[in-house]
Each structure stands twice: as C-alpha cells, then as structure tokens.
C-alpha cells in the first residue's frame, strides 16, 4: 500500500490470484508480477487508497453484498473492477478466492508467506490506526477516502465470518479482541488449502527472490533486474501522511470559508 496506483490495460487479463494476506510482501509481490506478467496488477491496498474514489465505492458494495451471500452482485462488480488486469493481490481479493476462481478458472493462486508472530506485530500496527475514533471525520472532506473506515468495517466483518466461525462484531472492541492474531494467519493458510486444488497453489516468501516465483509462473528469471524489495511500512506511513495533510488542508477551507461568511453576515446584520 502507498505506491502508484495501476492503470487498467485494456485486453489484459487475470493471470495470477494473489492470495495473501496483507503485510506478506503483498507490494513487492505485485512489483515483480507487474515484469513479469508485463501488465498492471491491481494491488488492494495501492489501488484503494491511491486510485479514484469509485475503488473504495465498489469494494464497499462487494463487501456488503458478500456478506449479505449475494453471489451475484459479488461476482458482477468484481469483474468489471478487475477487468484489464494481469493480478490481483492484497485484501480483500485474498478473502474472495472462491470468488476469483470462478471467474477466473485458469489463474494461478499464489500466497505470499511471512513468519506468522512478525506478521501479526506488522498488522496490530495498521489495525490500530485504521479504528482510531477521530479517523472518520478527519476524512471527511476526501472523496473517496472519506469511506476508508466504513470498508476497514466492512472487511473485518468479513475476516470474522472467515476466521472467527462467522462471528458478526458489533463494536470496535470486539474487533480489536479477536483480529488480528497469528491464529488468523494459520486459518486463511487452511481456509486456501480447503478452497483451491492443490496443483494450482503455491507458497512463496518474496525474501528468495525470483527463481521459485518464476518457476511457479513457467517464465524465465529477469536478466539484469533485481527482485524488487518494497518497504511497505514505510508507503503505508507515507500513504496516511499524504492523506491526513490533504484532509487537514481541506479542513482549514472549509472553516477559513465558513468564517468568512459568518462575518460577512454579521456585517450585514
């Protein structure tokens, strides 16, 4: 999360399901997809929070609509949101696999792996900042973004339907109490094995670099390129300072027009 956002390429299709979990190298999986496919991957957390205000409308809707087990709807908009892409990685399309195998039956899953004690210390640092209380009204004067909180809602819901024996959270606290924990990443771990045919998932730790990568995608090792390594936390941080200036720049309009007319008025009175 925090790069550029991809453009569509039109004709391009799904090759590849990414299927873990965020904070697994999802950024620099998707940088060394994007070579080798040579064609863009759509990058969940990239594509929300750096793409148009319509990314965070539709997965909004995707999201409800998989809850509410309208398959239909789920099925419809996932695949105009993907249509052009090579991959798809990162949440929530690593909690749609079903999903994304149906429309996509010739993909390959591939799920970036990580140690499970450091990826549950990695997503405790994002969890707590995504539910602070003042996050939402701070958005507010951002399209788009101003709709963050109620999709990280949204997708925990989803998680605990997954991952909690389809518990329904009904405060923030619950939340907290139960997502995330290195339990949750030995269960999405089971949750693929269940749901995707052994001979088209594989595991990959993007610390060994491009060989098993490209053996698993039959495509030839990059000469001269290096794997990319893309330090996530830090574009998350960059990401949330980007958007939090912008929203208290918009705030500091807003209020600066809101006294101008009030004095305005007053004069007139």
Known sequence: MGQTASAPKPGTQIQVIGAGLPRTGTASF?????????????????????????????????????????KRTVLSIVKSRLEGYAAITDAPGCQLLPELLELYPDAKVICTVRDPIAWEKS???????????????????????????????????????????????????????????????????????????ADRLVFFDVREGWEPLCKALGKDVPTDIPFPHVNDSEEIARTAKYHIRRALIRWVGIFAITGIAITGFMRRW
Do not use: C
């Open 30 to 70: 998707s940088a060394a997809l994007t070579i080798l496919l040579d064609g863009p991957v759509y990058h969940g957390g990239t594509q929300l929070t750096r793409g148009s205000p319509s990314e965070l409308k539709s997965w909004i809707h995707i999201l409800r609509a998989w809850l509410e087990d309208d």
């Open 123 to 197: 997503m405790n640092q994002i969890h707590s900042f995504a539910r602070l209380s003042f996050l939402k009204i701070l958005l507010l004067p951002l399209p788009g973004m101003r709709h963050f909180v109620d999709f990280t809602w949204l997708l925990r819901q989803q998680w605990g339907n997954l991952y909690a024996d389809g518990r329904r959270f009904s405060s923030v606290k619950e939340v907290s109490d139960t997502l995330p924990q290195r339990a949750i990443y030995s269960k999405h771990v089971a949750w693929l094995q269940e749901n995707v045919p």
